[in-house]
């Protein structure tokens, strides 16, 4: 069962044209959700960490929320260089680690002049 | 701005060879990992490393693998006897916290 899920799979939207990508979460004791961007062939690309519930993190044309079983990122305005595949990760506290990151499939999105 | 650095970024090896990937993280960061990623499939976590010792390490991360920090600077994944399944995208992360992870460019192994 996953405990990441991230939707849709794949956005495709015009230059412009706002939408919002989604992340649902099954761990409990969450200590962080992170959000990446990944290019193809390339490593992932820190955005923001979210750690509780109602916090929201905004960077660029992009905003990141959290509620208690989901985060959500906000594309506003989207330009074609935001073109990539986006990743969502969980990271929980168990056994006094620091925590590894769960991730989720990812969301491509393409975004067309 | 800081980044991690890995070597190489590509490699070709037989079934059965060792293989040694490299990592410099970020130098002030205290945390290393390593994660994989099969073409097409989800980035999964293989080992953390804190204070000269494995701190997690997942069930991919088995007897085949081991880590280690040989000197101030370099972190390197050591993967024995691979396989053909072994063929992925390997990323090494540091993070001064547990907070910030950054992940470097990825090196791709093809066994072969």
């Known amino acids: 069962e996953d405990q990441v899920t991230q939707s849709p799979e794949a956005l495709r939207l015009q230059e412009g044209e706002s939408s919002s990508l989604n992340c649902s979460y099954t761990v409990s004791g969450l200590r962080g959700l992170f959000w990446y961007r990944q290019d193809p062939g390339k490593g992932p690309e820190f955005l923001f960490t979210l750690y509780s519930a109602g916090e929201e993190k905004e960077k660029e044309r992009l905003k990141a929320t959290l509620t208690k079983k989901e985060s959500f990122l906000h594309i506003t305005a989207p330009k074609p260089e935001d073109s990539a595949t986006y990743l969502c990760a969980v990271q929980y506290l168990y056994g006094g680690s620091q925590g590894n990151l769960i991730f989720g499939k990812g969301t491509k999105l393409s975004v067309k002049p | 701005e800081p980044e991690v650095t890995q070597t190489p970024s590509h490699q070709v090896t037989q079934m059965g060879q060792e293989v040694i990937l490299r990592c410099v993280p970020i130098?002030?960061?205290?945390?290393f990992y390593w994660y994989r990623q099969i073409l097409g499939q989800k980035v999964e976590f293989l080992v953390s490393?804190?204070?000269?010792?494995?701190?997690?390490k997942s069930e991919i991360f088995d007897d085949q693998f081991s880590v280690e920090r040989p000197d101030g600077s370099n972190f390197t994944l050591k993967i024995r006897s691979t396989k053909l399944e072994d063929s992925a995208m390997y990323f090494c992360a540091s993070s001064e916290s547990s907070n910030t992870i950054y992940f470097g460019e990825g090196s791709w192994l093809t066994v072969v």
């Open positions: 130098s002030n960061h205290l945390y």
């Open positions: 490393f804190y204070n000269n010792e494995i701190s997690e």
